[in-house]
């Protein structure tokens, strides 16, 4: 073929060959463009999705009516601490081979409110319930950042101190009491008109609270719950005012009950295993 024949004829097909390229190239911008734009929707919406659900995870794990941590909560929270010093055991056993180590342990308090009845009596239930909240979220001001509070059921709440012993969980416990007797509850006056009402000289509630470590009173979170169960009902026993009986530790004295009918304000700690040889 001549040479002049085959120019002309690539000149014939690089014409369509170079639109072709023009549109492959636009197609291809423009797919590039649409990908960027689903990839940032998607982006968009995993952020989304994530945010939901730690947003969900969050109400999972609180109290509706509190605002505190749920008793479902508690329980991972006690079973995390309990195989930590699990773990943390053998460790604790060959330091003391080799030197001084001191083991890991974690204490619970469960803490019981009485005299909300009275104040349901008087206040109503949706009153009462609103004062049960202002007062869990001051107990929750009460622990340390590593401590967690919950609610365990009705108006008894739990705390799982990590690396706490019994004297700290006790003070801990005595602390929480002293707090729920001299909280000052919603809108309680006796005289709201008085020019200088004089600050209520109780709040009608009383206390209790039962310690147990691990592990002394259990190396699982279900016994070490039943040891602290068995500690609240021992502080729970009548006792003499301001006057310590065996492994109780009184924190308040009888005070005016603010609401007819309710009894002294009182408040106890029993420490699971004291006294035992």
Not at 259 to 275: C, D, F, K, Q, Y
Request: hydrophobic content about 45%; some cysteine; aromatic content about 2%.
């Amino acid at each position: 073929m001549p040479t002049s024949l085959l120019v002309q004829a690539l000149a014939l097909l690089g014409a369509p060959l170079a639109g072709l390229t023009g549109v492959l190239g636009l197609r291809l911008r423009r797919a590039a463009t649409l990908g960027a734009d689903r990839e940032a929707g998607l982006r968009e919406r995993v952020a989304e999705l994530e945010e939901r659900c730690a947003e969900l995870a969050r109400v999972a794990a609180h109290d509706p009516l509190t605002g505190v941590w749920n008793h479902r909560h508690l329980q991972l929270t006690l079973e995390r601490e309990v195989e930590r010093c699990r773990r943390r055991a053998p460790e604790a056993a060959a330091g003391a081979r080799g030197g001084p180590a001191a083991p890991r342990s974690v204490a619970v308090v469960l803490l019981e409110i009485e005299g909300f009845e009275a104040v349901n009596a008087e206040h109503g239930r949706g009153r009462g319930q609103a004062m049960l909240r202002d007062l869990a979220q001051r107990l929750s001001l009460e622990v340390r950042r590593t401590d967690t509070l919950g609610r365990y059921g009705g108006t008894e709440f739990l705390v799982v101190l990590p690396d706490t012993g019994a004297a700290g969980a006790a003070k801990v416990a005595e602390r929480l009491c002293w707090t729920v007797r001299r909280h000052r509850l919603l809108d309680w006056s006796p005289d709201p008109w008085a020019a200088d009402p004089a600050p209520p000289l109780g709040n009608g509630l009383s206390a209790a609270a039962g310690v147990a470590v691990l592990p002394g009173d259990g190396t699982h979170a279900v016994p070490l719950l039943r040891a602290a169960d068995r500690a609240l009902a021992l502080a729970k026993r009548p006792q003499p005012p301001l006057v310590g009986r065996g492994n109780l530790s009184a924190c308040a004295g009888p005070g005016p009950a603010a609401l007819p009918g309710t009894a002294a304000n009182r408040a106890a700690v029993a420490v699971a295993g004291e006294g035992r040889p």
